[in-house]
């Protein structure tokens, strides 16, 4: 069965650093691209960034351009999400996400339970 399962959520202060993991099972892993999503109370839940199966091609958010980097490990089934100079408008549930195609043109969505960032003074 597929799971991801996150880790790495923290309170952190004004400017600090954080990196969230996301390890994956139940699928090839290096066969699909990943991604990273963010949901702050009272608001819909946004694409923060993403990376292709073999981690050459990376997409982020606006905001979080020049702070966050995605990467992945591919040998570990593991997708990374290093957060740079946090702002409180970053705090959210952080979740992983995973699209996984089938045969016949099937596909699920798969997703983290989910970290809590918080930035805070």
């Known amino acids: 069965q597929v799971q991801l399962v996150e880790s790495g959520g923290d309170l952190v202060q004004p400017g600090g650093s954080l990196r969230l993991s996301c390890a994956a099972s139940?699928?090839?892993?290096?066969?699909?691209?990943m991604s990273w999503y963010r949901q702050a109370p009272g608001k819909e839940r946004e694409l923060v960034a993403g990376?292709?199966?073999?981690?050459?091609?990376?997409t982020y958010a606006d905001s979080v351009k020049g702070r966050f980097t995605i990467s992945r490990d591919n040998s570990k089934n593991t997708v990374y999400l290093q957060m740079n100079s946090l702002k409180p408008e970053d705090t959210a549930v952080y979740y992983c996400n995973a699209v996984v195609y089938g045969i016949s043109g099937t596909w699920y969505d798969y997703w983290g339970q989910g970290t809590q960032v918080t930035v805070s003074s």
């Open positions: 139940g699928f090839t892993f290096s066969s699909y691209a």
């Open positions: 990376i292709t199966s073999a981690g050459g091609t990376t």
